[in-house]
């Protein structure tokens, strides 16, 4: 049961560039996290967001959600080859906090040297 | 840190073998979890494990059984492999953190079923 859906599929920058990805999931959500899968390796967790906070921000990285558009955006500023990998969005969507999480499947970004 | 290993990078099997693929964390977590990762398909989940020999049934649990009888141990069994079971297999485990679980991976199992 796929809940949420990133958008674009792929993206290619140049270094240096921000970055931009998207999420949009169907229903209601407790968190949402977002993942970043180095080639051929497991995720790993970057940031969570809860759905009452609109904003949060670790590092370069900078994540919103909007609640009322089922959406969450995921900002990398200043990239760096480093950041080439696929990024999901994970939802949460359990009473209280589930134990699972819904993947979407995944944008794919490329940072040129 | 929290270490997932899994036991193999890289497997190659036979149609109709048994295989089992191993899962072990280091961090007393609860929750353990057995994904799927299919190009353009994501990641589904085949099963998940609560509690030691407690578990669910994932999206995709056909053609797969789990074994959970230690905390740190989960297995995953193709009891008879087929070759629409080749992809990549991702374990991971979870704690609650802060008011959500975040989910912990492994670096993936690679199959390839001839």
């Known amino acids: 049961s796929q809940q949420g859906e990133e958008d674009p599929q792929a993206l290619s920058i140049q270094e240096g560039e921000n970055a931009t990805m998207n999420c949009s999931y169907k229903?209601?959500?407790?968190?949402l996290q977002w993942y970043r899968q180095n080639s051929g390796r497991g995720l790993v967790h970057l940031i969570l967001?809860?759905?009452?906070?609109r904003e949060k921000h670790s590092g370069r990285l900078r994540v919103t959600l909007d609640t009322s558009k089922k959406s969450s955006s995921l900002l990398i500023t200043a990239s760096r080859a480093a950041d080439t990998a696929s990024y999901f969005c994970a939802t949460d969507a359990g009473q209280g906090g589930s134990e699972k999480l819904v993947f979407g499947k995944g944008t794919k970004l490329t940072v040129n040297p | 840190d929290v270490k997932v290993t899994q036991s193999s990078r890289y497997l190659v099997k036979r149609t109709g073998e048994k295989v089992f693929l191993e899962c072990v964390q280091d961090?007393?977590?609860?929750?353990m979890f057995w994904y799927r990762q299919d190009p353009g398909l994501g990641l589904r989940l085949i099963y998940f494990?609560?509690?030691?020999?407690?578990?669910e049934k994932g999206d995709i649990p056909e053609g797969y059984s789990v074994s959970r009888e230690k905390k740190e141990r989960f297995s995953l069994i193709l009891e008879s492999a087929s070759t629409n079971q080749t992809s990549m297999y991702l374990c991971?485990?979870?704690?609650?953190?802060?008011?959500?679980?975040?989910?912990?991976f492994g670096p993936g199992t690679r199959l390839t079923v001839t």
């Open positions: 229903t209601s959500i407790n968190n």
């Open positions: 961090m007393d977590h609860e929750n």
């Open positions: 494990s609560y509690d030691v020999k407690m578990k």
């Open positions: 967001i809860r759905s009452n906070e």
């Open positions: 991971a485990s979870s704690f609650w953190a802060s008011g959500a679980y975040e989910q912990y």
